[in-house]
């Protein structure tokens, strides 16, 4: 348990389906963010948020929606997704003034597109 | 901008074997260096960091050390076991650490028994 509880961590959905990943952090950290690990890909991070707000955002379709309702939690709504989104969602999260001691991460959610 | 280049895998050792997976880094100043490990079916965790030049980084049997020089971080390990099998990613944040951390793409590593 690294401090970093994502659930579910498994999903299967249809194309059509809405769902959301959640990301759960007590650790007192104030930046959070999501990133997608596809096989044979390199780390792709897709969204930062710094003290509750969104700070970056990478050319992500709009099929994913974050939400960061308060600093501990972190949420990633899917809708329309492709077949080419399936992969494994892995959040982390780090203190913005403690930099150096890197971020933690969670263990992931894998998801599967039909 | 910054950026972090790990040595492409896959790798294949044979249990007791040394490894070495070597990483370089580009950024400005003096960042802060980083080796994350991933275990299958897993998310990432930090391994050993080195936060300036000339720190040796170290955990469960691994060291990396920050060599400003050749701006290079490898990562070595006296004797691996097969428990030792998962994706290495080495990383960096910038000088301060008030920037994202900046990821290699991973080195995947299957020690055989």
């Known amino acids: 348990e690294t401090g970093v509880t994502q659930t579910p961590r498994h999903l299967v959905m249809g194309m059509t389906n809405k769902k959301s990943l959640k990301c759960e952090q007590h650790?007192?950290?104030?930046?959070m963010y999501w990133y997608k690990q596809s096989a044979k890909k390199p780390l792709e991070l897709m969204f930062v948020?710094?003290?509750?707000?969104?700070?970056e955002n990478n050319s992500v379709p709009s099929r994913f929606s974050p939400e960061c309702p308060n600093s501990s939690h972190l949420f990633l709504h899917l809708h329309t997704l492709q077949p080419e989104d399936s992969a494994l969602y892995l959040c982390?999260?780090?203190?913005?003034?403690?930099?150096?001691?890197?971020?933690?991460f969670g263990s992931g959610t894998r998801l599967t597109v039909v | 901008g910054n950026s972090v280049t790990q040595m492409e895998g896959p790798v294949t050792l044979s249990e007791e074997a040394f490894l070495t997976i070597n990483c370089t880094y580009t950024a400005t100043g003096y960042p802060s260096l980083f080796w994350y490990v991933q275990y299958p079916g897993e998310g990432l965790q930090l391994l050993l960091k080195?936060?300036?030049?000339?720190d040796k980084g170290s955990n469960k049997g691994f060291e990396a050390t920050y060599r400003k020089e050749t701006t290079s971080f490898h990562l070595e390990k006296g004797s691996v076991q097969v428990s030792d099998s998962a994706v290495y990613f080495c990383a960096l944040v910038s000088e301060g650490g008030s920037e994202k951390l900046v990821f290699g793409k991973g080195t995947k590593l299957t020690v055989n028994p």
């Open positions: 948020y710094s003290l509750e707000e969104r700070v």
């Open positions: 982390a999260s780090s203190r913005i003034d403690r930099g150096l001691e890197g971020y933690t």
């Open positions: 080195a936060t300036k030049a000339d």
């Open positions: 650790l007192g950290h104030n930046a």
